[in-house]
T-cell receptor, first 114, second 109 residues
Framework: DTEVTQTPKHLVMGMTNKKSLKCEQHMGHRAMYWYKQKAKKPPELMFVYSYEKLSINESVPSRFSPECPNSSLLNLHLHALQPEDSALYLC?????????????FGDGTRLSIL | RKEVEQDPGPFNVPEGATVAFNCTYS??????FFWYRQDCRKEPKLLMSVYSSGNEDGRFTAQLNRASQYISLLIRDSKLSDSATYLC??????????FGAGTRLFVKA
């Protein structure tokens, strides 16, 4: 079982809907990440939060809006998505007391845009 | 040129074989490196960290060569359960994480 929990596991939404993906970890990690993974491709980094502050935004379109309400939670708010946004969205966390630590992944949310 | 490059394979090997994967990275500022495995429709799972001094965990050995900017993974005595995609990862500046495209391994009885 993964120590990073993502909900929902599957999400189907229309292009005009607003929805949120949620991620939770209780390992005391202070860095949290969102990735997008298309089929047969590697994960691509979207956002990184360190100590609840946005540290990296990899030029992600504004229809994706991250939020880190506290050190254990990470949300990804979705609005007006496009069909090409259909993918597996992975959350990960790592320690931040030392740099360059390995990341631990949740099992992802499989998103389909109609 | 991709920042992290891997041979996509697939590698088809019999049980008990030794198989080696290589990965090259282009950013000399990359500071830490890892191997992950990913099973079909599952999340990546950390396999091992990679150090210049080498790192061994049972049947798995990882090595970093900073001068040549390459990382390797050696799997000895392959098992059917080793069949997966192996992803090489380079991290720069603490958090900027780049995955290689992955190498597919099929171990056959």
């Amino acid at each position: 079982d993964t120590e990073v929990t993502q909900t929902p596991k599957h999400l189907v939404m229309g292009m005009t809907n607003k929805k949120s993906l949620k991620c939770e970890q209780h390992m005391g990690h202070r860095a949290m990440y969102w990735y997008k993974q298309k089929a047969k491709k590697p994960p691509e980094l979207m956002f990184v939060y360190s100590y609840e502050k946005l540290s990296i935004n990899e030029s992600v379109p504004s229809r994706f809006s991250p939020e880190c309400p506290n050190s254990s939670l990470l949300n990804l708010h979705l609005h007006a998505l496009q069909p090409e946004d259909s993918a597996l969205y992975l959350c990960a966390s790592s320690q931040d007391r030392q740099p360059n630590q390995p990341q631990h992944f949740g099992d992802g949310t499989r998103l389909s845009i109609l | 040129r991709k920042e992290v490059e891997q041979d996509p394979g697939p590698f088809n090997v019999p049980e008990g074989a030794t198989v080696a994967f290589n990965c090259t990275y282009s950013n000399s500022a990359s500071q830490s490196f890892f191997w992950y495995r990913q099973d079909c429709r599952k999340e990546p799972k950390l396999l091992m960290s990679v150090y210049s001094s080498g790192n061994e965990d049972g049947r798995f050995t990882a090595q970093l060569n900073r001068a040549s900017q390459y990382i390797s993974l050696l799997i000895r005595d392959s098992k059917l359960s080793d069949s997966a995609t192996y992803l090489c990862v380079a991290i720069t500046g603490g958090f900027k994480t780049i995955f290689g495209a992955g190498t597919r391994l099929f171990v056959k009885a």
